[in-house]
């Protein structure tokens, strides 16, 4: 097993660039941890999907990851980095396989794992993939961020039955009305998931009305 030592993890839900951390995010200091090289398909379904890794790998990386905690050092059970010859992530899994983290490493510490990972051969790695997160290249994480917020907006509008405010921001969107307000609802919703244009324009009306409440 080969291990890189002396890291810093800010594991969250999606994948971000360690240029997006926010001060207020909890890093994790790693002092030793596993350094798996995997093929470059392997490491982008990984990275933008959720998925199960099998027992077998589970069993691989089990305990072999510590971190600095108060001058100790405390064994976490499935910790690990993930490497080709151009990218590294650090992933965190539960006992189930399920991957619960994702990281980015810093610069430095990224083009070291890679320049260790060049004398590792890669590893057969397996695992299910559950959810493709189909997220624009160009969307940052105050972008993701923004539209989770929107979509709340839009859920509790339609949960406190506001329909009148959702009529408006369908008509606004498409320029037509629908007396069905499930389908109002849904198709507000699909334009959200979907960053189209009509997003930004629910965004801007929902920012308006919650500045004059």
Same mark, same amino acid.
């Given at each position: 097993?080969?291990?890189?030592?002396?890291?810093?993890?800010?594991?969250?839900?999606?994948?971000?660039?360690?240029?997006?951390?926010?001060?207020?995010?909890?890093?994790?200091?790693?002092?030793?941890?596993?350094? !798996? &090289? /995997?093929?470059?398909?392997?490491?982008?379904?990984? $990275?933008? #999907? %959720?998925?199960?890794?099998?027992? =077998?790998?589970?069993?691989?990386?089990?305990?072999?990851?510590?971190?600095?905690?108060?001058?100790?050092?405390?064994?976490?059970?499935?910790?690990?980095?993930?490497?080709?010859?151009?990218?590294?992530?650090? !992933? &965190? /899994?539960?006992?189930?396989?399920?991957?619960?983290? $994702?990281? #980015? %490493?810093?610069?430095?510490?990224? =083009?070291?794992?890679?320049?260790?990972?060049?004398?590792?051969?890669?590893?057969?790695?397996?695992?299910?993939?559950?959810?493709?997160?189909?997220?624009?290249?160009?969307?940052?994480?105050?972008?993701?961020?923004?539209?989770?917020?929107?979509?709340?907006?839009?859920?509790?509008?339609?949960?406190?039955?506001?329909?009148?405010?959702?009529?408006?921001?369908?008509?606004?969107?498409?320029?037509?009305?629908?007396?069905?307000?499930?389908?109002?609802?849904?198709?507000?919703?699909?334009?959200?998931?979907?960053?189209?244009?009509?997003?930004?324009?629910?965004?801007?009306?929902?920012?308006?009305?919650?500045?004059?409440?």
């Amino acid at each position: 097993m080969t291990y890189i030592y002396d890291i810093l993890l800010n594991f969250q839900d999606n994948y971000y660039d360690f240029f997006e951390w926010n001060n207020n995010d909890k890093i994790t200091h790693i002092k030793r941890m596993p350094l !798996i &090289k /995997i093929k470059d398909s392997d490491f982008q379904n990984i $990275k933008n #999907s %959720l998925v199960i890794f099998d027992n =077998d790998f589970l069993a691989t990386i089990r305990c072999k990851t510590q971190i600095f905690k108060k001058c100790e050092a405390n064994t976490l059970p499935y910790i690990c980095t993930l490497c080709t010859d151009t990218e590294t992530m650090g !992933i &965190k /899994i539960n006992k189930n396989g399920k991957i619960i983290g $994702k990281s #980015s %490493l810093l610069l430095d510490e990224s =083009d070291e794992a890679i320049e260790l990972a060049n004398n590792l051969k890669v590893y057969p790695i397996n695992y299910s993939i559950k959810q493709t997160y189909n997220i624009p290249l160009w969307q940052t994480r105050k972008d993701i961020t923004e539209s989770k917020l929107v979509l709340k907006n839009i859920n509790e509008l339609f949960k406190n039955k506001e329909y009148s405010k959702l009529n408006y921001l369908f008509f606004e969107c498409f320029g037509y009305e629908d007396k069905n307000i499930n389908n109002v609802f849904l198709k507000i919703k699909n334009e959200i998931n979907n960053f189209t244009d009509n997003y930004y324009k629910v965004r801007d009306i929902l920012k308006l009305i919650n500045t004059q409440k």
